[in-house]
């Protein structure tokens, strides 16, 4: 007679390792439930103080949170204030995107960063695009959104000039871009990746 053994869960090996780069990030990205900021909307940044230097050390301090993310992590595409605890609406973009290559520059520096600064959007495709989209709020799960395949956007740069989003390509970063920024500006609203999905069986894990 065989003697019963338990199985164990699968990518037990790969979910250590998961859990053990989210640990080291631990200390500067807030959770889903460890901060009510995470599903309230959060405020404009008057554009009076874009120039003053608590602003600017706001950003900086952001941009090194998105640094220190991908040094951990091997991830992160971008960051918005309030995932560290600041509710304004505010993100920092890793502008090297690709959906085929996420782990294309690990070793990011201050020039790779844009900076978006009270985001509205003007303007959405009318075509429809779904992508298993992670968060770093809300790690390590994984859920497919649908987001139209471009927006177009205002927006004021860490210098407090006017800007503007409209690229329309398809080309993969094209595509993420828009993606990202649609994800980022979510944040600002109070809004979670796993918010949109259509069912809770939708819900994965990086290691299902």
Request: charged residues 30%; glycine residues 4%.
């Amino acid at each position: 007679m065989k003697t019963w053994k338990p199985s164990p869960p699968p990518f037990s090996k790969f979910k250590k390792e998961k859990l053990r780069k989210e640990a080291e990030v631990a200390n500067f990205i807030y959770q889903l439930g460890e901060s009510s900021y995470l599903r309230e909307f959060s405020k404009r940044v008057p554009l009076k103080e874009i120039k003053t230097r608590e602003f600017r050390a706001k950003v900086k301090y952001l941009k090194n949170c998105l640094i220190k993310y991908r040094k951990a992590t091997g991830y992160g595409r971008g960051i918005t204030a309030v995932q560290v605890g600041i509710p304004e609406r505010f993100s920092v973009i890793y502008k090297g995107q690709t959906i085929t290559n996420i782990r294309n520059n690990v070793s990011v520096n201050q020039k790779d960063l844009t900076v978006v600064i009270n985001p509205k959007i003007t303007k959405k495709s009318k075509l429809f695009l779904s992508y298993p989209e992670s968060c770093m709020s809300a790690n390590p799960v994984v859920v497919p959104v649908i987001r139209p395949s471009w927006i177009e956007f205002e927006y004021y740069d860490e210098k407090g000039k006017l800007s503007y989003w409209d690229t329309k390509d398809s080309t993969e970063v094209g595509k993420m871009m828009n993606r990202v920024f649609q994800h980022e500006i979510d944040h600002m609203d109070g809004v979670i990746n796993i918010d949109k999905v259509k069912s809770p069986k939708e819900i994965t894990f990086h290691s299902d």
